[in-house]
């Protein structure tokens, strides 16, 4: 071992010195350099737009773009083409085949020496990160660290297979073409993924895929199967290459063993049977690790043993647009097939999941639309159905990300965070689940109609509760909550008051451990002299919660299209609450919104906690004059009257303590959040939904429903200036590779003299 380690190590020592002693290996280096660097400066060019898609910029250089495979093939078809076509063509190959060394000791140290001059033509890049880190990027260390990963070992396996190409001829030229074609068939077999209906074996191209596999390692996704076939492709070429080298030492005398003695073609079936059964048990059992910082692709605990626990088989059916040119698009994709993979992984047959092109099975989309009631809108940009049973729901692209806002509360097209395993976990809870939660609505008091299409009514909300498996219906008399199997009663925006009974019956349902939402704006006289009263401000004041009279206003924050009675909540409102970090700090639009705050003094007996969910900004108020609500005054704060910010409008309430079972109550200051003409429209609030729908997860305490929360998708070059960008140009394009040919000029030189 000793012996054969000290033969390889003297080879691989003179292969290296034979790249650097050389101008052409320094020419080599110099345009690799060059090609990279320019891959680099067009990503960070690229990335520092504010709309870019997610990812950092070595994530993208990594990423299997073709840029990168074409400076990867450079190496890899030049640098071995002379290691073993050049000594046979020179003759110097008899000298070290009738030295005592062996044919593995020759192979494995020139693949050392070819191997070590790649790492080195890649150890510049890392000034890469050092100039991202030095401008002030936020760098993940583990796509990093995975892309360099994949890329040694990928230029290992093609090393592997050019040296082998290198035993075959005494041309170097030959040689770097078979190394060139063995490349690029590769890549072509990859590319033939999209192309096949059989799901096995569009799998197995997509394993053996080069893009695959570098966009994996450049996002974070370590996968043992990719790594075993690059080892495997290793092994057996460092082996093809060992026989076509000991051929050409001439016969085995006749004295050897028999072993040795044996048919090559024996050999050669033996290996590609142990690689075939490798390879399989490889694909059963593997590991898919994810070494991003925010561990964005992992599940969490909670999704895993819902996998785990599923009662029946799920089915999603996947509308996406594969051939699609927006970035944004292509990186909802990417981010949505490994998370596919991964439910499959664990909930095994139980999960299935099938991706439908509509551009290529319309007839499949249109179906869909119609029976699951997607919209058109809905359907252009993508869509998830997922199917159990007679239950189904319906995930949307706007449900699985959050986007970046602008200055305005407005969604970008760049991505901030994704949400697609809360969805997928919602979906899956809702289509399995036998016993749905009932979602009451109060009626008869002026509430907003669950049924209604209108401005004013509720219709989309009702079919969004709906369509998260919630079942929905209009409660006439409240008294009737229990017996009807409510398990949240939802008071919204009544304009009559409340008889004493209707409040002595949501009394006793809360005291009973029933769940309660009320959502109550102010509301005037019919004069509009003065604030009315509807019961619903004594009830609160039960578990102290004061409803105030008047309208909360917020200019720093106003809406530029609706005035200052609508203003943005953001992500300093919200106060801190298992609801609100659910919901994950996006913007949030409250429309004619009164007060609600807890109480300076408690009730004597009540045993609850409340929070605080969500306020105004310190410049805001509460507004008591009724000629400036009215539209007759203008809107000025005034210390005597109006109540400084910031102000509170929404606020949790959790009993724990007796009398009664523990229960959850939310008083949200308006009703308006969800009314049709918010959730459709030139005012599309969508979050606004989100937050209310968010509210009756945790009242049903669904946890698991929104629990697994928004995870950051990361960019790194947001902030890059135009000096930045130029600077990367100059340093990387320009002098790296210089400084490269200087060196090699100075080897010149030096050889010379």
């Known amino acids: ?14 292969e290296w010195a034979a790249y650097f002693r050389t101008p052409v290996g320094w020419a080599v280096l110099a345009l690799f350099l060059a090609l990279q660097g320019l891959v680099f400066w067009m990503f960070v060019q690229f990335l520092a737009r504010p709309d870019a898609p997610p990812g950092g910029v070595m994530e993208w250089v990594f990423g299997g773009t073709m840029l990168y495979l074409v400076a990867l093939a450079l190496l890899v078809t030049v640098l071995p083409m002379r290691l073993l076509a050049e000594e046979r063509r020179s003759g110097t190959i008899e000298p070290l085949l009738t030295a005592p060394v062996a044919p593995i000791e020759v192979v494995l140290g020139k693949w050392l020496g070819a191997l070590g001059f790649f790492a080195a033509a890649w150890a510049p890049t890392l000034l890469y990160v050092v100039y991202l880190r030095a401008v002030g990027a936020s760098l993940d260390p583990g796509p990093i660290a995975a892309g360099y990963l994949g890329t040694l070992l990928i230029g290992g396996a093609a090393l592997a297979v050019g040296l082998c190409a290198s035993a075959v001829t005494r041309n170097q030229l030959v040689a770097a073409t078979l190394s060139f074609v063995a490349f690029f ?11 096949v209906r059989a799901p096995a074996l569009a799998a197995a191209l997509r394993r053996a895929s080069l893009f695959r596999m570098m966009e994996d390692f450049g996002h974070g996704i370590v996968d043992s199967r ?6 495997m492709v290793i092994v057996l070429a460092l082996l093809a290459a060992t026989a076509l080298l000991g051929r050409l030492r001439g016969p085995q005398p006749v004295d050897a063993p028999r072993r040795r003695r044996a048919p090559g073609w024996v050999a050669a079936l033996l290996l590609a049977a142990i690689a075939a059964m490798t390879q399989t048990l490889a694909g059963r059992h593997y590991l898919r690790g994810d070494w991003t910082r925010s561990s964005l692709y992992d599940l969490a605990p909670r ?18 647009y594969p051939r699609r040119d927006s970035e944004r698009a292509r990186a ?7 998370l596919v993979e991964r439910c499959k992984r664990v909930a095994g047959d139980r999960f299935t999941a099938t991706f439908v092109d509509p551009d290529r099975d319309p ?3 249109e179906a869909a639309s119609r029976r699951y009631g997607i919209g058109a809108y809905e359907m252009g940009q993508g869509a998830i159905v997922f199917s159990s049973g007679a239950r189904a729901k319906v995930v949307t692209w706007e449900d699985l990300v959050e986007p970046e806002l602008d200055e305005d509360g407005d969604a970008t097209p760049a991505l901030r965070a994704w949400r697609g395993e809360a969805a997928f976990l919602s979906a899956l809870l809702s289509v399995t689940s036998d016993d749905p939660p009932r979602i009451c609505f109060s009626s008869g008091h002026g509430e907003p109609d669950i049924e209604s299409l209108e401005d004013g009514g509720y219709g989309t909300f009702a079919d969004l509760l709906r369509r998260d498996g919630d079942e929905v219906r209009a409660l006439a008399r409240l008294g009737d909550a229990a017996s009807a199997g409510c398990r949240v009663v939802v008071v919204a925006e009544p304009q009559q008051a409340l008889s004493p009974a209707e409040l002595e019956a949501l009394g006793k349902l809360v005291d009973g451990g029933g769940r309660l939402l009320v959502m109550a704006g102010p509301v005037f006289t019919r004069d509009g002299g003065a604030f009315a009263h509807v019961g619903l401000e004594t009830l609160a004041g039960r578990f102290g919660v004061r409803l105030g009279d008047n309208l909360v206003v917020d ?26 970090a659910r919901f994950g700090g996006r913007l949030t639009y409250w429309p004619r919104t009164r007060a609600v705050a807890p109480e300076t003094a408690a009730p004597p007996g009540v045993g609850s906690r409340i929070t605080i969910l969500v306020r105004t900004s310190p410049e805001g108020w509460g507004e008591t004059d009724l000629a400036t609500i009215r539209g007759d005054a203008d809107l000025t704060f005034d210390p005597e009257r109006d109540r400084k910010g910031p102000v509170s409008v929404a606020v949790a309430v959790e009993r724990v303590l007796p009398p ?21 429209g030139l005012t599309l609030r969508d979050y606004d939904a989100d937050f209310v729908m968010s509210t009756i997860a945790w009242l049903t305490e669904r946890e698991e429903r929104a629990g697994v929360g928004p995870k950051p998708v990361g960019r790194t070059a947001p902030g890059l200036t135009a000096d930045d960008v130029s600077r990367s140009f100059w340093l990387f394009v320009v002098g790296l590779p210089l400084v490269t040919l200087l060196g090699g000029a100075a080897t010149w030189w030096r050889r010379r003299a």
Not at 660 to 680: E, S, Y
């Open 1 to 14: 071992m000793t012996a054969l380690l000290a033969a390889t190590l003297a080879i691989l020592r003179r």
């Open 185 to 195: 068939a590769v890549l072509l077999v990859g590319a033939l993924e999209g192309q």
């Open 226 to 231: 990719p790594v075993l076939l690059l080892l």
């Open 303 to 320: 999704t895993v043993s819902v996998l785990e626990a599923l009662p029946r088989p799920v089915e999603a059916t996947i509308f996406v």
């Open 332 to 338: 909802i994709a990417g981010l949505l097939r490994e």
């Open 363 to 365: 007839e499949r989309a």
């Open 555 to 580: 200019p720093s924050r106003a809406s530029d299209v609706e005035g200052p009675s609508v203003w943005a909540a953001g992500p300093a409102s919200y106060g801190a609450h298992p609801l609100t």
């Open 660 to 680: 009664g079972p523990p229960t959850r109550l939310v008083f949200l200051g308006t009703g308006r959040l969800v009314m049709n003409v918010r959730l459709a």
